[in-house]
Each structure stands twice: as structure tokens, then as C-alpha cells.
């Protein structure tokens, strides 16, 4: 590549309808543009305050320890486990999909030893499974899984996953970055110990921030650490004294200044509409599109109990090409739907309706698309059945 010939970059403008990011919403991009300000400057120490307290109303929280790590939900993953394992700690990870499989890396890579509890791709996770695993193991730790499992489109029963945990004696670390702000997650009330999630699903915010929460109790087991968190930037007893309260902070790392502007804007976004009216929206939406893939003749991965609506693995119809099918949706209609991931690749579709995304007019643009193109390619699909059923 010739340098010389490189200019401002003009993205395409698409309709984001794949496992994240989504689209976000135009308030949050012009929240982003507004002037940068220094990070200790007291307004921007202000609208800190406010990101906290709306986070904690996202996640259902009173957790004093609720604050967006500066970096993605990888690191709000990383920031869970670097902190809550302790080398030679046990941790359960109850895995049914790609990110439980992470979950055992950060685990292992903290010096601490997974014992993994697995449940086929597309089922949610099996509580009977995980009190069998800490009967075995009493002297395991931490529970650890994922509620919404991006690659799937499963939710898990976190309820009972962590009533079952607590009654074992061990915290637990679950991952909310499909879920928050798209489907019911209620922290206090459910009793989750530690939590992370990210901006680019259902906030409809921009990528690279991620939320995460820790009670009492995960912060009292950082706090009695026999070793130091092996991660200097994302060790919370540093991280707090930045986010912590009141005006006296010190300087730990420079604040993403202009993307906690993209989020705050998304998080009044949030709070005008409803926590309860986004879990619904996003429901709703995902009812119109069932409707118009199930007329096409098309069916969902996973059994209607455990799905999210936030995010849809469709079986791809036999003898379909499946990525010339999501090629032309994106070279003909700017529209992006997703792969699917690891053992699902070339068996799914995934079909996000997240955040911003997720309203009527892109289930109806989504179902023409795919019904005119799978047309074209003479699949075996109801031709001309879907439109009608969601018009
Ligand atoms: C369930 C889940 N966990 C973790 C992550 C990692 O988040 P990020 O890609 O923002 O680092 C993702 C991203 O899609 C996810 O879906």
C-alpha cells in the first residue's frame, strides 16, 4: 500500500444486524463529537458520577464497585478473573459456547484451575450439572458462565445458577455483555457476585468500553488477596481510586474522555426509555422476526424457552451457500447479519436485534433481503409467505 494514497477514512454506511457491534444511535455519535476535556477536569468528574449511578440502574444494582473498564468486554472479562482468582484457586466455568471457553483461559492464565462443566452448543446451561461438578469439587471457589451466549443465542437461568453456587460456598463471575440493557439481569436480586459486560450490543453505544459490578463480598475476597492482581492496569484496588467518590482522584490511566461521553448518552437513553420497555422492545422485535422466519420456513437453534431475543441463531436451509447469502446481503443491501461461531460455522445464521438495531423497520428490511435473495437461489424456502405474515 502507497502511503500517498491514503486519505480520510469514509466508512459504508450499513444496517448492523449481526452478534455486535449494532448500530448506534445518532444522540450517542454526536455525544461522542462534543469537545474533549481533560479527564480530572471536575465537570468530566461529574458526569463520571452519573455514568456510575445509571450503570447501577442498568444492571439492577446498588454495588458501590459498578464503573466502565477503559477498554472492551474482553477486559471487563479479564478485570473479573485477574482480580477473583488467586493462583491455586478452583473455579467452576459452566461453558456452552465460545466465551465460556475464554473464560477457562483467563482462569488457567490467573494461575488458578478450571474444572469445566460443558453442555452442548444451542441448550442452556444444566444446573443439575453444576451441583453435581461442586459436590465433586468442595473446595472450589468461583462459579463462572455466561447468561447470554453470543454464539448460540441461549440464555442461562442465572437465577438458579447462582443460588446453586452460593449454597457451595463460592462466588460468581457472569458474563452480561449480550444481555445488559436487552433482556432481563437483575444483579441484586438474582445475587451476582461479579459482573462485566460491554457498550456495543444493547446500549447502542460504541465498542471499547466495558461495565462491570462487584458486591460486597467479591470485593472483600480482592481486598483479602494473599498476592497482588498480577494485571497493573486493570487491578480495582488502583481502577478505584480513579473512580472512586468524590473529587479527590488520582490519576491512574487517562479516561477514554470522548466514548464515556458515546456511553452516558446511551445510559440516559436507556433510562428515558424504560429498563423494563428496552427488555420488551427487544422481545417484541424478536416476536416479528420468528414470525417472518418461521412463514419462510426457516427455524431457530435453540428451544423457544431458552432463547434471546437479542440475538437469533437461524438454521440455514439446506444446500444454501451461507456466506454468498451474507455477502450479498452486505454488498446489495449494506446489511450485516453474522457467521456462525466455532462448532456452529456454516450451520447458522446469526441475526442480532441489539440496541438501536433492534425495532420493526430492520426485521422488515432483514426479511425482504434474506427472502429475495434466498429466492434468487432457489432455496427450499415458502417464496413470497414472509412479508406477507409480518406486513
Ligand atoms: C458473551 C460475550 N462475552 C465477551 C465478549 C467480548 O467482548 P469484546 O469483543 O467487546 O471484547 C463478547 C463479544 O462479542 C461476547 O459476546
Not at 75 to 89: K, Q, R, S, Y
Not at 133 to 162: I, N, Y
Request: charged share 20%; net charge negative; with cysteine.
Amino acid at each position: 500500500m502507497d502511503i500517498k494514497n491514503i486519505g480520510s477514512f469514509n466508512p459504508p454506511v450499513r444496517t448492523l444486524m449481526g452478534p455486535g457491534p449494532s448500530d448506534v444511535h445518532p444522540r450517542v455519535t454526536s455525544a461522542m463529537a462534543r469537545p474533549t476535556i481533560g479527564h480530572l477536569d471536575p465537570s468530566f468528574v461529574g458526569m463520571m458520577d452519573e455514568v456510575k449511578v445509571m450503570l447501577q440502574y442498568a444492571f439492577q444494582t446498588e454495588n458501590e464497585l459498578t464503573i466502565p473498564v477503559s477498554a472492551p468486554g474482553s477486559a471487563g472479562m479479564e478485570t473479573c478473573f485477574v482480580n477473583l482468582v488467586e493462583p491455586g484457586d478452583k473455579v467452576v466455568i459452566c461453558q456452552n459456547g465460545v466465551f465460556g471457553g475464554r473464560m477457562q483461559e483467563n482462569v488457567t492464565r490467573a494461575g488458578g484451575t478450571a474444572v469445566m462443566v460443558k453442555d452442548e452448543w444451542g441448550t442452556a446451561i444444566d444446573p443439575a450439572k453444576l451441583e453435581q461438578a461442586l459436590s465433586e469439587h468442595p473446595d472450589a471457589r468461583l462459579v463462572a458462565f455466561v447468561q447470554a451466549e453470543t454464539s448460540t443465542g441461549v440464555q442461562s437461568d442465572t437465577k438458579t445458577l447462582c443460588e446453586i453456587a452460593h449454597k457451595h460456598g463460592c462466588l460468581t463471575i457472569v458474563d452480561a455483555v449480550t444481555s445488559l440493557g436487552g433482556s432481563p439481569l437483575k444483579v441484586d436480586e438474582w445475587g451476582i457476585d461479579a459482573i462485566y459486560s460491554g457498550t456495543q450490543k444493547c446500549l447502542s453505544c460504541t465498542p471499547g468500553l466495558s461495565p462491570v459490578s462487584f458486591n460486597e463480598a467479591a470485593q472483600e475476597k480482592i481486598r483479602n488477596r494473599k498476592t497482588p492482581v498480577q494485571s497493573w492496569f486493570l487491578d480495582l484496588n488502583l481502577v478505584m481510586g480513579y473512580w472512586g467518590e468524590g473529587v479527590k482522584r488520582a490519576y491512574h490511566h487517562t479516561a477514554p474522555v470522548n466514548p464515556l461521553y458515546a456511553l452516558h448518552e446511551s445510559l440516559v437513553m436507556l433510562k428515558e426509555e424504560g429498563l423494563t420497555n428496552s427488555w420488551a422492545r427487544h422481545q417484541a422485535n424478536h416476536q416479528l422476526l420468528k414470525k417472518g422466519l418461521e412463514a419462510m420456513g426457516l427455524s431457530f437453534l435453540v428451544d423457544e424457552k431458552d432463547r434471546l431475543p437479542q440475538l437469533n441463531a437461524v438454521v440455514i436451509p439446506d444446500g444454501v451457500d451461507e456466506a454468498e447469502v451474507r455477502s450479498r446481503l452486505l454488498n446489495e443491501y449494506n446489511l450485516e447479519i453474522g457467521a456462525g461461531l466455532g462448532a456452529l460455522a456454516g450451520k447458522v445464521w446469526r441475526i442480532g436485534l441489539m440496541g438501536y438495531s433492534s425495532n420493526p423497520k430492520n426485521v422488515m428490511f432483514c426479511i425482504g433481503a434474506l427472502e429475495k435473495i434466498l429466492t434468487d437461489m432457489k432455496a427450499p424456502i415458502n417464496q413470497g409467505a414472509a412479508m406477507a405474515a409480518i406486513a
